[in-house]
T-cell receptor, first 115, second 113 residues
């Protein structure tokens, strides 16, 4: 079975531009998570969905960030407008039942550079 | 406010020796803890976990120890191998109610041949 698939793998964009990151979770997984990795803060949870419904978006840094999950096999994380401080690796992850007590499967990440 | 802290950003160990990675947490509600391992250009992968009803869990060369009173856990790798060189993330959650994990900042382990 394919793992969590993210695209693009690398994105370089200019400040002010819109960025859309995409994720396809593992089929059958009920939970989907968006994480951001930075040196200072490690892996931060931005938002997570259960059965396509956003449950907790308290980690979304600003209104410039938004996430959607229109169906069980697709999610997007959008940054508009992007800023240099948004440069990070963004990971999508999914789990079958729930994160605690179960295993989260991560994608390979989307490396975002905003110049 | 970092609820899960890994105070050592990096660690270098000789092959064959023990690697000890440390993690501290502040939220007393956390009762389930995990370690994830991350190679460059890959996503983190699950390594080992421990519930608060235990103080030790072992899986091959990897052992996680939990000290609830000190809010501290550690990962021991014995013997260390060059292939263990990676970033290790500690994570914590609330088992009975929690859907999400809180991760630390990671420790980069380098195992020297």
């Amino acid at each position: 079975d394919a793992g969590v698939i993210q695209s693009p793998r690398h994105e370089v964009t200019e400040m002010g531009q819109e960025v859309t990151l995409r994720c396809k979770p593992i089929s059958g997984h009920d939970y989907l998570f968006w994480y951001r990795q930075t040196m200072m803060r490690g892996l931060e949870l931005l938002i997570y969905f259960n059965n396509n419904v956003p449950i907790d978006d308290s980690g979304m840094p600003e209104d410039r960030f938004s996430a959607k999950m229109p169906n069980a096999s697709f999610s997007t994380l959008k940054i508009q407008p992007s800023e240099p401080r948004d440069s990070a690796v963004y990971f999508c992850a999914s789990s079958l039942v729930r994160a605690v007590g179960d295993t989260i499967y991560f994608g390979e990440g989307s490396w975002l550079t905003v110049v | 406010d970092q609820q899960v802290k890994q105070n050592s950003p990096s660690l270098s160990v000789q092959e064959g020796r023990i690697s000890i990675l440390n993690c501290d947490y502040t939220n007393s509600m956390f009762d389930y803890f995990l370690w994830y391992k991350k190679y460059p250009a890959e996503g983190p992968t699950f390594l080992i976990s421990i519930s608060s009803i235990k103080d030790k869990n072992e899986d091959g060369r990897f052992t996680v120890f939990l000290n609830k009173s000190a809010k501290h856990l550690s990962l021991h790798i014995v013997p260390s191998q060059p292939g263990d060189s990676a970033v290790y993330f500690c994570a914590a959650g609330v088992e009975w109610s929690g859907d999400k994990l809180t991760f630390g900042t990671g420790t980069r382990l380098a195992v020297r041949p």
